[in-house]
Nanobody, 122 residues
Framework: VQLQASGGGLVQAGGSLRLSCAAS????????MAWFRQAPGNEREFVSA????????FYADSVKGRFTISRDNAKNTVYLQMNSLKPEDTAVYYC????????????????WGQGTLVTVSS
């Protein structure tokens, strides 16, 4: 199984980025997908998740209204559109896959990508 995250980079506060995560080696439609992030010196935290069908989405309070998660089951890809970025959004962002129904806990995820770095300058 491979989860290949991309789209990170350096952006100014208030800007936007779109992260992508391409999955292979698993039955994508059978997995809920999520994004987590880890800032230097901090623990990994939940950012957003989307159910298998795409009909249910979940967000951390810190990103609600600014980030949008989506998925394209035909392309085996999950996206995270990040708008109105803040310096506190700076972190390595990881995509993850799970067959669990509890989507906000990292320990419930079976597969993880390698991460993509997002840096937001003030």
């Amino acid at each position: 199984v491979q989860l290949q995250a991309s789209g990170g980079g350096l952006v100014q506060a208030g800007g936007s980025l779109r992260l992508s995560c391409a999955a292979s080696g698993l039955y994508f439609r059978n997995n809920a997908m999520a994004w987590f992030r880890q800032a230097p010196g901090n623990e990994r935290e939940f950012v957003s998740a989307i159910r298998r069908s795409g009909q249910g989405t979940f967000y951390a309070d810190s990103v609600k209204g600014r980030f949008t998660i989506s998925r394209d089951n035909a392309k085996n890809t999950v996206y995270l559109q990040m708008n109105s970025l803040k310096p506190e959004d700076t972190a390595v962002y990881y995509c993850a896959a799970t067959t669990s129904v509890q989507l906000t806990l990292g320990r419930n995820y079976n597969y993880w990508g390698q991460g993509t770095l997002v840096t937001v300058s003030s």
